[in-house]
């Protein structure tokens, strides 16, 4: 059926509709007739959970939709908890009450808790809820672990919770998640946990990455070992997707011993991985296949590291590419590549080192509209052993390409710029997009990150 006057067709779903191009927006692509939550393709859609989604006729009284409401009684639409934490978040389809008559708080009977593996038993000591009120917190009487997550279920026992229209919620089991919240600026990943753990997570228990590739677990306690040593291992963060985000001010600091860096063909190592289609990621890093970085800038760059040496690269998206690359590199410095005051840190094989990685887009020094590179990159050469044997240089010190010698126009950065963040995943040890390429080759002692100038 064709739409007539003044009238447009609807798709529930993304429709290619080449038996009539002339209603759709791009040729016989139609999807943007009707859309929840955005397009897939875009980087602003919706992330979290959609509980219903309506469309009305909007010459409809509020008389007309209660009949509607008083049709469906309340259910739980998520669970989720911190690892570690004795509390659970449970979120309701609407107000609801632990009697009939719209009154009472909500009490521990009116909930059942299932350990579905019977490997961390435990029950509900306490609920903590306002009556009307959507959401409630549970209290437990030992904390979530990791088995406990998308495995044990929480359910409203019979007949015990109702919404305003004296309907009781079902007895359907909801899965307990866990929790998309961020920890608080300093975040601090130290990888302690103990050999064969299928996780990491950071000291305050609350970003949880797991661990893929080599069996799965982690090789020993105190650091990472990344899969480029054949293993494939790398980790995934899939649940704080909001974390570990900045746009003014960012601090990362890591401990790495890289390896594998003979030569002078390609060597992209993944730290961190907290980019898509904006944000950042820090490697260890070489390409001399072009000579410059940027191909087709004019002028060229002249990166070019000599055999066995690499650099520390803070890749950014800018929200501002000023007509170049969308994505842009602060450099550290190898032999010979200093310039003025600069400082040549040539990153090698087996050795130890700190790395502080500092955005500041209020950076002092800039000339609005120019060339500037508003962030600096430290390195401490910590020698083989980890305390100073065959160092090249002692204690920290600015490593930086700060007049961005190295990179041609495209890629320079601009006083002022300012980080693009977007919601998504992040990884450690590997490529967030791709996890088998840009594998961390060598070990990573710890990783902390600020939202602030450090």
């Known amino acids: 059926m064709q739409p007539g006057a003044n009238e447009t067709s609807i798709y529930a ?5 080449p038996w009539n191009q002339g209603i759709c927006y791009n040729g016989s692509w139609c999807a943007s007739e009707f859309s929840i939550g955005g397009f897939d393709w875009e980087a602003t859609n919706f992330i979290g959970r959609i509980d219903t989604a309506k469309a009305w006729n ?19 639409g998520m669970v989720d908890g ?5 509390q659970l978040t449970v979120k309701f389809s609407e107000g609801v009450y632990t009697n009939a008559g719209s009154s009472g708080a909500l009490v ?17 000591t306490g609920v903590t809820h306002t009556a009307g009120s959507s ?41 307990i998640g866990l929790s998309s919240q961020c920890p608080a600026s300093p975040v601090s990943i130290q990888f302690n946990e103990a050999p064969g753990s299928s996780y990491i997570m950071d000291t305050q228990n609350v970003l949880y990455g797991s661990v893929y590739g080599g069996g799965a677990t982690l090789t020993a306690a105190g650091e990472y070992s990344g899969g480029g040593d054949g293993s494939g291992r790398y980790l995934m963060f899939n ?19 890289p390896t594998g860096l003979g030569g002078t063909g390609n060597y992209v190592r993944r730290i961190l991985a907290r980019d898509g289609s904006g944000n950042y990621q820090i490697s260890v890093w070489r390409n001399n296949s072009a000579n410059n970085i940027g191909v087709g800038g004019s002028p060229a760059g002249q990166f070019n590291a000599p055999s066995g040496e690499a650099s520390i690269a803070l890749w950014i998206n800018p929200v501002d590419a000023h007509g170049g690359s969308s994505w842009k590199p602060v450099l550290t410095n190898y032999s010979g590549a200093a310039t003025g005051s600069e400082n040549n840190c040539p990153i090698v094989s087996d050795h130890w080192y700190l790395v502080k990685a500092v955005w500041d887009t209020n950076k002092p020094g800039g000339i609005p509209g120019q060339p500037f590179t508003p962030a600096d990159i430290y390195v401490d050469d910590q020698g083989t052993d980890g305390n100073g044997a065959g160092e090249n240089w002692a204690g920290y010190i600015n490593c930086t390409d700060s007049d961005e010698s190295l990179k041609a126009t495209a890629v320079k950065f601009y006083t002022g710029d300012v980080i693009n963040y ?31 100038v450090n």
């Open 13 to 17: 779903y993304s429709e290619n509709s």
């Open 239 to 257: 649940y704080n997707t909001t974390c570990l985000q900045a746009s003014t001010a960012m601090t990362i600091e890591t401990r790495i011993k």
């Open 108 to 124: 521990a009977a009116d909930f059942v808790l299932t350990d579905s593996g019977g490997n961390n038993p435990k029950t509900i």
């Open 82 to 86: 911190l690892i570690g934490s004795n």
């Open 422 to 452: 977007v919601n998504g995943n992040f990884a450690i040890g590997t490529s967030r997009s791709d996890p088998t390429s840009n594998l961390f080759n060598g070990l990573i002692d710890w990783i902390t990150w600020k939202d602030t």
């Open 135 to 175: 959401m409630a917190i549970i209290t437990l009487s030992a904390p979530l672990a990791v088995a406990d997550v998308n495995a044990d279920t929480l359910a409203t026992a019979v007949n015990a919770v109702y919404d305003n229209n004296n309907l009781a919620a079902g007895t359907e089991t909801v899965v």
């Open 58 to 76: 909007v010459t409809k009284d509020a008389a007309y939709f209660s009949q509607y409401d008083s049709q469906a009684g309340p259910y739980i």
